[in-house]
């Protein structure tokens, strides 16, 4: 049996294999099985919808171009948004892995080395059950920093400078140039550059603590908290880019 | 290769005892030096193991893998011995002269020379 | 001993067909030659990739030369370019040598080496195009995927019958490169279709952690042991140390290596008890990678010179030291307290360079070395070439590795300390540049080999006898 041909082909080689698949995928998949997977359109909160009408308004004329204009009616108008939204996010996040982000920045916030004061609530099961997550965008190196909980962030504005230049706004960063999702210059996002910055303002955006600042505590919350989060509070928005 | 009798010869533990001596002591330094510091590791994990089992309500849950693999290897030891039982590791090491063999003949109907 | 050799003489001598008749030379030469191509191109985007981190890109803001998408191009080049063209040549030198027979069908040779080539050239210009799936290592666009599958179909299909007709026991590398084809067929299929129209999220990380694992374990690593455990008898001229020690370092790989794949998203929300087996299981293996390596070196016992007078075998036992590094390196960083500090920092880099380059290029290289001449049917043109080769290739990757892990150490510690990101990637650029100082050692010991090689391919075949690099080295 050990030394036979037979024996190596049904043991080792389709065995083995399948005790490994069944307990290291199967058993996760069934796990989480109960958790519904959601479609792109469900994925569509009022934080991201804010975010891609603030790119209708900020670039006109890019976004008439790229998904054309709004019909009239009211029903009509949201549902139109949601489908270009969706359209958007879609096809950012071809983008984000055609063009290899997530080779530099992952998207899990982790338990441990104080990754929660950096990024935000640490990564569930629940948040990866979507369309969008196939396959999971977990990453494996984090060369920039993790973008698990980067919606809202950031405006719209600086994503467009900083994905045309990254060196203009963070000083001495690696990453590389993407003038390709611009007709020019950075006030001129095309249909690539729409969708990716809708893609990066969609991570997190679903999340309580949108968006998320380092640091930062929402005062309305904390009505009996001590006062010296309130320091931190004022520099919030001159450390978020930090 | 014409001579396979010298090429079997080699592995021969043909060693003075002098050197013998000493390959045993490299093997002595050599499992104290990994001995040791597993011994430790592995005393020191298992005792964690017992405390996480008897402190947590779900502390058992840990267990679980540590089970399935006693039972897996349990499972695989004594498909061993049957295997050994039933004679299946009699010859074992004869493929290792054959392949040997055969190579020496393709390199001779090639006039393969090693210079 | 010497009965089980008499037995072992009296059942082999059947009728055997030069070698000419079993192996296919032109066609060993030609999938060399492809892998060698392939290589040169995925050390040319892996450069790409470090002069960007560098802030030194040549080709910036083009879109064709996004180093995004060349770091794909990187190591999907690396994986089905070079080592499988590479070993896909090995294969079809030593299996029908080994066996006596030859491959199913020489055609059919042909038709894989021409499918695989396409497969190859889609991969890269999809990924250049930016249709890459976003599965690490397995980035051929989906499109590409089922012709991949059909090719490693084809594969096992030609090599399986020259095995199946062999009698007797089997040598230790037919058991492993047996069990790969089954295995890297399985892998491909579960990697490149599970998590992309199956489970989605956490599921699908878990699946795509036992692909990149087993494409290095079940694809990558029977098929290079395969050809240690044949090409170190040969060369060293004596059987293996024990051959019974080899199975069990074969079953203890078939075993506990595809229970790992989870140990690449430690402390991600896959549930923490799987995350304790892949640990455990992880560490089982390094005891078992213990064994194969006990087994070489106690073959090598007695003829330790040849380490320095046979430069294939140097090539061979270089790599098997540097594996070692690599598997020991692998307990430590597969526990939760390792994986604290240097999860998705440079030190994961470090490894899998330490692994791909260190031990599988190598040994393709020492297979090279040794089989060209036999191949062209002449000496190496420049044997202090091969030399310059192998110090560059060796210094440049310990130079890499050793520079990595630092820097993910202290990238880590960096990170959990709350320094401001920008701190991170500051104290990263001197690293960052022996980094790509190492990258252009390892590169230009490539460039000395190919100069050498293409020299050696135009000067005059000798007439007599093949010149042979393992001793001619001393000369």
Redesign the interface.
């Known amino acids: 049996m050990f030394e036979s041909k037979a024996g190596i082909l049904y043991i080792a080689g389709i065995g083995f294999f399948v005790l490994a698949f069944v307990s290291n995928a199967l058993v996760p998949a069934l796990m989480y099985n109960d958790l519904p997977e959601q479609t792109v359109e469900e994925l569509i909160n009022s934080n991201l919808r804010y975010q891609f009408e603030d790119l209708a308004r900020r670039y006109p004329d890019s976004f008439k171009e790229a998904y054309g204009e709004s019909p009239g009616g009211e029903a009509e108008h949201d549902a139109w948004w949601n489908e270009k939204c969706a359209e958007a996010l879609r096809y950012g996040r071809k983008l984000y892995v055609g063009e290899g982000c997530w080779h530099c920045h992952s998207q899990f916030v982790r338990p441990v080395s104080n990754e929660e004061q950096r990024w935000g609530p640490v990564s569930r099961s629940a948040e990866y059950q979507n369309e969008l997550q196939r396959p999971v965008m977990f990453g494996t190196r984090r060369v920039g920093p993790d973008l698990s909980r980067e919606g809202g962030r950031r405006s719209n504005d600086w994503h467009t400078v900083h994905f045309f230049r990254p060196l203009d706004l963070s000083e001495g960063s690696p990453m590389p140039e993407y003038p390709w999702f611009f007709d020019g210059s950075p006030d001129k996002p095309n249909a690539r550059g729409l969708a990716i910055i809708t893609y990066v303002q969609w991570l997190g955006s679903w999340q309580e603590s949108y968006p998320y600042y380092e640091d930062y505590v929402p005062s309305r919350e904390r009505p009996e908290e001590e006062e010296d989060a309130e320091a931190d509070n004022e520099d919030a928005a001159a450390e978020d880019d930090a | 290769?014409s001579g396979?009798?010298e090429?079997?010869q080699?592995?021969?533990p043909q060693q003075t005892p002098r050197r013998r001596g000493v390959a045993w002591i490299i093997t002595i330094v050599f499992a104290v030096l990994i001995l040791i510091p597993s011994m430790l590791g592995f005393v020191m994990k298992f005792m964690e193991l017992i405390h996480l089992t008897q402190g947590e309500t779900d502390g058992g849950?840990?267990i679980?893998?540590?089970v399935?693999?006693l039972l897996?290897s349990a499972g695989?030891f004594f498909?061993?011995l049957w295997?050994g039982a039933n004679g299946?590791?009699n010859?074992?090491?004869?493929?290792?002269?054959?392949?040997?063999?055969?190579?020496s003949?393709?390199d001779e109907?090639?006039?393969?020379?090693?210079? | 001993m010497s009965e089980a050799l008499n037995e072992a003489v009296t059942t082999s001598h059947e009728e055997v067909k030069s070698s000419e008749e079993l192996v296919d030379q032109t066609l060993v030469k030609l999938y060399f030659c492809t892998a060698l191509t392939f290589l040169t191109v995925a050390m040319l985007a892996g450069l790409l990739m470090a002069f960007q981190l560098i802030r030194h890109n040549p080709l910036r803001g083009i879109e064709l030369f996004s180093p995004g998408r060349w770091r794909m191009v990187h190591t999907n080049a690396i994986a089905y370019g070079f080592l499988a063209n590479g070993f896909i040549g090995a294969l079809h030198w030593i299996v029908p040598r080994l066996t006596l027979q030859p491959v199913f069908s020489k055609k059919l040779s042909w038709l894989i080496y021409a499918a695989w080539q396409g497969v190859v050239g889609a991969t890269a210009v999809g990924i250049l195009l930016g249709e890459a799936q976003g599965l690490e290592w397995g980035e051929t666009p989906v499109w590409v995927d089922p012709f991949a599958q059909l090719g490693l179909g084809l594969l096992a299909l030609n090599f399986m019958p020259p095995i199946a007709r062999m009698k007797g026991p089997i040598y230790v590398t037919l058991w492993y490169f047996m069990a790969m084809f089954v295995w890297t067929f399985l892998t491909y299929a579960m990697g490149n279709f599970v998590p992309e129209y199956f489970v989605t999220g956490t599921s699908a990380g878990a699946v795509g952690g036992l692909f990149i694992h087993d494409l290095v374990g079940l694809f990558v690593t029977p098929l290079g042991w395969g050809m240690m455990y044949y090409f170190v008898p040969i060369l060293l001229k004596k059987p293996i140390w024990s051959h019974g020690l080899s199975l069990v370092g074969f079953w203890g790989l078939a075993f506990f290596y595809p229970l790992q794949g989870i140990h690449h998203f430690l402390y991600t929300p896959i549930p923490m008890f799987l995350q304790y087996g892949a640990v455990v299981s992880t560490i089982a293996v390094e005891l078992v990678v213990t064994t194969v390596i006990v087994n070489f070196f106690g073959t090598l016992w007695g003829s330790g010179s040849a380490v320095k007078t046979n430069l294939p075998i140097r090539w061979f036992y270089t790599g098997m030291i540097f594996y070692f590094l690599t598997c020991l390196q692998c307990a430590f960083q597969v526990t939760l307290t390792f994986q604290k500090i240097i999860h998705f920092t440079d030190w994961v880099v470090g490894h899998a360079h330490m692994v791909m380059f260190g031990v599988f290029t190598m040994w393709i290289m020492g297979m090279m070395t040794y089989l060209f001449p036999r191949l062209l049917n002449r000496g190496w043109y420049s044997l202090k070439a091969c030399e310059w080769h192998y110090w560059l290739s060796t210094i440049g990757i310990a130079v890499m590795s050793a520079d990595l892990f630092l820097l993910g150490l202290f990238q880590g510690w960096s990170w959990a300390a709350l320094e401001p990101w920008d701190a991170s990637v500051e104290i990263s650029y001197p690293f960052w540049i022996l980094r790509t100082i190492a990258g252009l050692s390892m590169f230009a010991g490539l460039l000395v080999f190919l100069w050498n090689l293409l020299k050696t391919w135009t000067s005059v075949p000798e007439q007599t006898a093949v010149a042979d690099v393992s001793n001619a080295a001393t000369a």
């Not at chain 2, 290792?96 to 063999?101: D, P, R, S, V």
């Open positions: 290769m396979n009798t090429t079997t080699s592995t021969d849950f840990a679980t893998p540590v399935n693999y897996a695989f498909m061993l295997a299946m590791f010859d074992l090491e004869k493929p290792k002269y054959f392949m040997l063999e055969n190579e003949r393709l109907l090639d006039n393969y020379v090693e210079r």
